[in-house]
């Protein structure tokens, strides 16, 4: 099934998750979907390190991402969301299924085309998923406790400038808002045959491996980096250690509905991006024009120059503890930790 992050190398260093206090999978069965892309392989290496057997939803033809190598529990199944094809077998035994398929974001120019593929590649997986889990369900073959953590993104929040954005917020407006409202609401079948339904309002996942990152790394190395279009707004910024172990904490524990995955300390952009060229011992302060972005990257620019002040007040209640809670403590662990 297709991701909607970077699919790191199959080569590339797992990131040691022992030790991170989210509990013990003790043989429980997690099923995972748009697991090749940056955020659900680590999510699958996490998942193996704390005892879980997962299984895999794959594409007909799907290439090997190098966990069976690593040793774990791990096994694959053909998922098609093309012809609605998915066994409700590979669900049997399940206690959590995790959703982050979807086609990227930023990957293409948006054309009309691909605007159409964003959603549908996200719509598609998630109803074949949550009809197969709400059958599965109705015929007692998954736990009777299934979770399920659903993707979705800060694009549901909008552009919102200075506005305090909490799990409560309205939708906003705009291309990414009306994917996630669709995204999230494909999940509802699952939801009404009694699954617990955790949607994963992701912010900006930073990662020296890929993601939104992927870009700017080289550019920062080069002493090359400064704010976009500005660098005030606010950036909803998570590490990918943080949300991997966000996701290994809510699938034990009884949150359910929308949970922001945002690190507590609030940024701007600039200073994200600045805490990034600091650890790196490089300059930072070339700006990149707004209009430049947009000739670049057209509609999607948008986007990108968007002000999300989202906070994740439902983790926080809930007693999670972020590893990383400032910019400048992120820079530290992406530059040295391989985070």
Same mark, same amino acid.
């Given at each position: 099934?297709?991701?909607?992050?970077? %699919?790191?190398?199959?080569?590339?260093?797992?990131?040691?998750?022992?030790?991170? =206090? %989210?509990?013990?999978?003790?043989?429980?069965?997690?099923?995972?979907? =748009?697991?090749?892309?940056?955020?659900?392989?680590?999510?699958?290496?996490? +998942?193996?390190?704390?005892? /879980?057997?997962?299984?895999?939803?794959?594409?007909?033809?799907?290439?090997?991402?190098?966990?069976?190598?690593?040793?774990?529990?791990?096994?694959?199944?053909?998922?098609?969301?093309?012809?609605?094809?998915?066994?409700?077998? !590979?669900?049997?035994?399940?206690?959590?299924?995790?959703?982050?398929?979807?086609?990227?974001?930023?990957?293409?120019? /948006?054309?009309?085309?691909?605007?159409?593929?964003?959603?549908?590649?996200? %719509?598609?997986?998630?109803?074949?998923?949550?009809?197969?889990?709400?059958?599965?369900?109705?015929?007692? %073959?998954?736990?009777?406790?299934?979770?399920? +953590?659903?993707?979705?993104?800060?694009?549901?929040?909008?552009?919102?400038?200075?506005?305090?954005?909490?799990?409560?917020?309205?939708?906003?407006?705009?291309?990414?808002?009306?994917?996630?409202?669709?995204?999230?609401?494909?999940?509802?079948?699952?939801?009404?045959?009694?699954?617990?339904?955790?949607?994963?309002?992701?912010?900006?996942?930073?990662? !020296?491996?890929?993601?939104?990152?992927?870009?700017?790394?080289?550019?920062?190395? +080069?002493?090359?980096?400064?704010? #976009?279009?500005?660098?005030?707004? /606010?950036?909803? /910024?998570?590490?990918?250690?943080?949300?991997?172990?966000?996701?290994? @904490?809510?699938?034990?524990?009884?949150?359910?509905?929308?949970?922001?995955?945002?690190?507590?300390?609030?940024?701007?952009?600039?200073?994200?991006?600045?805490?990034?060229?600091?650890?790196?011992?490089?300059? @930072?302060?070339?700006?990149?024009?707004?209009?430049?972005?947009?000739?670049?990257?057209?509609? @999607?620019?948008?986007?990108?120059?968007?002000?999300?002040?989202?906070?994740? #007040?439902?983790?926080?209640?809930?007693?999670?503890?972020?590893?990383?809670?400032?910019?400048?403590?992120?820079?530290?662990?992406?530059?040295?930790? =391989?985070?």
């Amino acid at each position: 099934m297709p991701d909607d992050d970077v %699919t790191p190398s199959p080569d590339s260093s797992p990131t040691d998750w022992a030790g991170s =206090g %989210t509990g013990s999978g003790r043989g429980r069965v997690a099923v995972v979907a =748009g697991s090749s892309g940056l955020i659900g392989s680590a999510l699958v290496d996490a +998942l193996l390190e704390s005892g /879980w057997r997962v299984r895999r939803l794959v594409r007909p033809g799907s290439r090997s991402t190098g966990h069976e190598r690593r040793g774990g529990d791990v096994s694959n199944v053909v998922c098609d969301p093309a012809t609605a094809s998915l066994d409700p077998d !590979s669900l049997a035994g399940a206690s959590l299924v995790v959703n982050l398929a979807g086609a990227g974001i930023g990957d293409k120019r /948006w054309t009309e085309a691909r605007k159409a593929t964003i959603t549908l590649s996200r %719509t598609s997986a998630t109803s074949l998923l949550a009809g197969t889990l709400a059958q599965s369900l109705r015929a007692g %073959t998954v736990d009777e406790g299934v979770r399920l +953590l659903q993707g979705s993104a800060v694009g549901w929040y909008g552009d919102r400038g200075d506005e305090v954005l909490t799990e409560d917020s309205p939708a906003g407006s705009g291309f990414l808002a009306e994917v996630c409202e669709a995204w999230e609401s494909a999940a509802r079948p699952a939801a009404d045959a009694g699954a617990s339904v955790t949607y994963l309002r992701t912010g900006i996942v930073l990662s !020296s491996k890929g993601g939104a990152l992927g870009r700017v790394l080289p550019l920062a190395r +080069l002493g090359l980096s400064g704010p #976009l279009g500005g660098g005030e707004q /606010w950036w909803p /910024w998570i590490t990918l250690e943080d949300h991997v172990r966000a996701q290994l @904490f809510l699938a034990d524990s009884t949150l359910a509905g929308p949970v922001n995955l945002a690190a507590p300390g609030e940024a701007r952009q600039k200073d994200v991006l600045r805490a990034i060229s600091r650890e790196l011992r490089r300059p @930072f302060g070339l700006p990149v024009p707004g209009f430049a972005l947009r000739v670049a990257l057209g509609e @999607f620019a948008e986007d990108v120059l968007a002000s999300q002040r989202m906070r994740p #007040l439902a983790l926080e209640g809930a007693g999670f503890g972020f590893s990383h809670t400032s910019p400048e403590a992120a820079a530290r662990a992406l530059m040295h930790d =391989g985070v």
